[in-house]
């Protein structure tokens, strides 16, 4: 089972809607088409606009964020429907800084996968540890923990088509990666997690993206490993160059 590797770029709040459609732009002209899937992840107010340059390419997009509810009094937020209508096909969901910034639970995060599913999204699930957790070697505990709730509410059939991203939370924005080895062990341990639950067909198809300062000079030796999928990128998603490059690096 050859998995296609998954690039994604993930530009937070960063950018204003030049930058985001001009970066959008320069993604489409500069990749190939083949190697790894490519999807950005732009500011919801961005969506259309990067949308309009990306449709009828390979090149995805999709939300950073969603809520579990369809529609209604949910001030600020916006739902699955929404991402779909604007071409999404793709949503992050559970991002450490939704989890810890904004305090969503893992039960929480596991509503919103069955959610996308519901809505024709595909869920990128992240998981990952804090650095205290990871000192007092609770690490598998706190993953396995985090991906038991997230497919909590999903079919074995949907499972297949899950995204799951592991972003150790000690090395999102800081500079600090995982090396390669650690980084492989924690996705092996997933692996092993998903083929218990499911089945190994199933755990084999299911896409595993590192993410955490992923960068031009990491990523090769990073996204070499067999369990690793793809990157979900921050920091080095915002300029062209540096995000082709690790596209290039996951071939
Ligand atoms: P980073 O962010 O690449 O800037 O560390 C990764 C992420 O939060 O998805």
Avoid at 185 to 212: F, K, M, N, P
Avoid at 228 to 237: F, H
Wanted: charged share 20%; net charge negative.
């Amino acid at each position: 089972m050859t998995r296609r590797a998954l690039v994604a770029g993930n530009w937070k709040m960063n950018l204003d809607r030049e930058r985001a459609t001009a970066l959008a732009r320069g993604i489409l002209e500069g990749s190939s088409g083949d190697g790894a899937e490519i999807a950005v992840f732009p500011p919801f107010v961005y969506l259309d606009a990067v949308g309009r340059v990306l449709e009828s390419s390979p090149i995805a997009w999709g939300g950073q964020n969603m809520h579990f509810a369809t529609s209604g009094a949910f001030t600020g937020e916006i739902s699955g429907p929404m991402l779909t209508d604007l071409g999404a096909r793709y949503v992050i969901v559970g991002h450490s800084e939704r989890r810890h910034v904004f305090g969503e639970s893992a039960e929480l995060v596991g509503r919103k996968v069955a959610a996308a599913f519901e809505a024709g999204l595909v869920p990128v699930l992240c998981v990952g540890e804090t650095i205290e957790q990871r000192r007092a070697g609770e690490t598998r505990q706190v993953v396995f923990d985090q991906l038991a709730q997230g497919v909590a509410g999903i079919t074995p059939e949907q499972a297949e088509k899950l995204v799951v991203a592991y972003e150790p939370v000690w090395a999102i924005g800081t500079g600090e990666t995982a090396t390669p080895e650690q980084a492989q062990e924690v996705h092996a341990d997933l692996r092993g997690w998903l083929t218990e639950r499911y089945s190994r067909e199933t755990a084999a198809r299911i896409r595993i993206q590192y993410g955490g300062s992923v960068k031009p000079s990491n990523a090769a030796e990073l996204l070499a490993q067999d369990d690793i999928d793809g990157a979900l990128v921050g920091g080095a998603s915002l300029e062209v160059e540096s995000f082709l490059a690790i596209v290039a690096a996951a071939r």
